[in-house]
């Protein structure tokens, strides 16, 4: 069974930064090729904010989040990070961690999900 949960959210004022952690069990990271973030605001489509190649190591981000979060991933301890920097009030929403087989920050094509970690940040 593959697990993903996420920690590091919490409320922080624009313009600061968190790092939001998630941690994979179950070999995930060698058998789902590609780990994603994705978040949600009330009343708002889930959307994906970055995603990274567990295999090559390759990030992919939009154009809303390349300048501000980074993707990262630690192998050896199964852990998947997202950086955000320069918060806005915009960015609050819940984060989820989750994972597929091909990269495409599709987020029905997700296939394993986390819990959820809520980021808010205040003006």
């Known amino acids: 069974q593959v697990q993903l949960v996420e920690s590091g959210g919490g409320s922080v004022q624009a313009g600061g930064s968190l790092r939001l952690s998630c941690a994979v069990s179950?070999?995930?990271?060698?058998?789902?090729?590609?780990v994603g973030w994705f978040r949600q605001a009330p009343g708002k489509e889930r959307e994906g904010v970055a995603e990274?190649?567990?295999?090559?190591?390759?990030?992919f981000y939009p154009d809303s989040t390349k300048d501000r979060f980074t993707i990262s991933q630690d192998k050896n301890k199964s852990m998947v990070y997202l950086q955000v920097d320069s918060l806005k009030p915009e960015d609050t929403g819940m984060y989820y961690c989750?994972?597929?087989?091909?990269?495409?920050?599709?987020?029905?094509?997700?296939?394993?999900w986390g819990q959820g970690t809520q980021v808010t940040v205040s003006a």
């Open positions: 989750a994972a597929t087989y091909v990269c495409r920050l599709r987020a029905h094509e997700y296939l394993d």
């Open positions: 179950g070999g995930l990271l060698d058998n789902r090729n590609c």
């Open positions: 990274i190649s567990t295999h090559s190591g390759t990030p």
